[in-house]
């Protein structure tokens, strides 16, 4: 894994607080290094924020208690990025404590559908992101569910990535490995990230998927049926053309990506 700092928006799982300490005082000094707003947000003021780095509650900053309204949250930060561009900063740098954003399903699901949403922002803004959560506290179903939809990430949860191409309204980005662990959680991620289908397709750029199997296709031909689409799957993979036929998903076109 490349050094999770230099990366726009990325999960971090913790076990102690003294792992979050350290990465948390290393990731908002590099971001005031580079002239950036520096943000911690927690439930309370840690007491070892490096010297201009601001602490923001989680209360005023995704009103923590209540399931997160996405879209809201994403203009917030879009807000926030602005207000920093005419403070004077190269941009906004968050990291966020969020194990209390996903105590509840209802909670997940809409925390996990804001990062879908704000991770296209932050692709294509002056804006990067840590999303920390406690693994005991959370647990491994959300800290999977969560990990799964950013560019970058810690966690062994997750061994693939699904997220909205920023630039492509109608695409989507998948990379890593969709075998038999992926099974629980692949369709839950597709369901949270929702790409636009242009033309009656959704374009799946795969050109960063190292291994599909049966099941993951299954998948996406039972989330094509049900959005009513055919699915492209650009990718080098010689197997997912192999399980299209032998299977025989009607919904799945195969693209061979250069």
Same mark, same amino acid.
């Given at each position: 894994?490349?050094?999770?700092?230099?990366?726009?928006?990325?999960?971090?799982?913790?076990?102690?607080?003294?792992q979050l300490h350290a990465?948390?005082?290393?990731y908002l000094d590099a971001?005031?290094?580079?002239?950036?707003?520096?943000?911690?947000?927690? @439930?309370?003021?840690?007491?070892?924020?490096?010297? !201009?780095?601001?602490?923001?509650?989680?209360?005023?900053?995704?009103?923590?208690?209540?399931?997160?309204?996405?879209?809201?949250?994403?203009?917030?930060?879009?807000?926030?990025?602005?207000?920093?561009?005419?403070?004077?900063?190269?941009?906004?740098?968050?990291?966020?404590?969020?194990?209390? *954003?996903?105590?509840?399903?209802?909670?997940?699901?809409?925390?996990?559908?804001?990062?879908?949403?704000?991770?296209?922002?932050?692709?294509?803004?002056?804006?990067?992101?840590?999303?920390?959560?406690?693994?005991?506290?959370?647990?491994?179903?959300?800290?999977?569910?969560?990990?799964? @939809?950013?560019?970058?990430?810690?966690?062994?949860?997750?061994?693939?990535?699904?997220? !909205?191409?920023?630039?492509?309204?109608?695409?989507?980005?998948?990379?890593?490995?969709?075998?038999?662990?992926?099974?629980?959680?692949?369709? /839950?991620? @597709?369901?949270?990230?929702?790409?636009?289908?242009?033309?009656?397709?959704?374009?799946?750029?795969?050109?960063? *998927?190292?291994? /599909?199997?049966?099941?993951?296709?299954?998948?996406?031909?039972?989330?094509?049926?049900?959005?009513? /689409?055919?699915? /492209?799957?650009?990718?080098?993979?010689?197997?997912?053309?192999?399980?299209?036929?032998? *299977?025989?998903?009607?919904?799945?076109?195969?693209?061979?990506?250069?």
């Amino acid at each position: 894994m490349r050094n999770l700092a230099t990366d726009q928006h990325i999960c971090w799982t913790y076990d102690d607080p003294g792992q979050l300490h350290a990465y948390a005082r290393s990731y908002l000094d590099a971001g005031l290094a580079a002239g950036q707003r520096a943000w911690f947000a927690g @439930l309370a003021d840690p007491g070892w924020l490096p010297e !201009g780095a601001e602490f923001v509650s989680l209360e005023s900053t995704y009103a923590a208690g209540v399931a997160v309204d996405p879209k809201a949250q994403v203009a917030a930060y879009a807000a926030a990025t602005e207000a920093a561009l005419a403070a004077g900063h190269t941009g906004l740098r968050v990291f966020a404590d969020c194990t209390a *954003l996903v105590r509840t399903d209802s909670e997940l699901d809409a925390f996990a559908r804001y990062e879908a949403l704000v991770d296209r922002f932050i692709a294509v803004a002056p804006m990067q992101a840590v999303c920390a959560l406690h693994r005991a506290e959370a647990g491994a179903r959300a800290v999977g569910e969560l990990a799964c @939809l950013h560019p970058r990430t810690n966690a062994a949860e997750a061994r693939f990535t699904l997220r !909205g191409d920023p630039h492509a309204p109608g695409a989507v980005l998948v990379s890593g490995e969709l075998d038999s662990a992926a099974d629980l959680l692949f369709p /839950v991620a @597709l369901d949270r990230v929702e790409p636009h289908p242009e033309h009656g397709q959704i374009i799946f750029d795969a050109h960063g *998927l190292q291994f /599909v199997d049966h099941r993951a296709m299954l998948h996406l031909q039972r989330y094509a049926e049900r959005r009513d /689409v055919t699915v /492209v799957l650009r990718t080098s993979l010689t197997t997912a053309a192999h399980l299209v036929e032998l *299977l025989r998903l009607t919904r799945i076109w195969i693209e061979a990506a250069g």
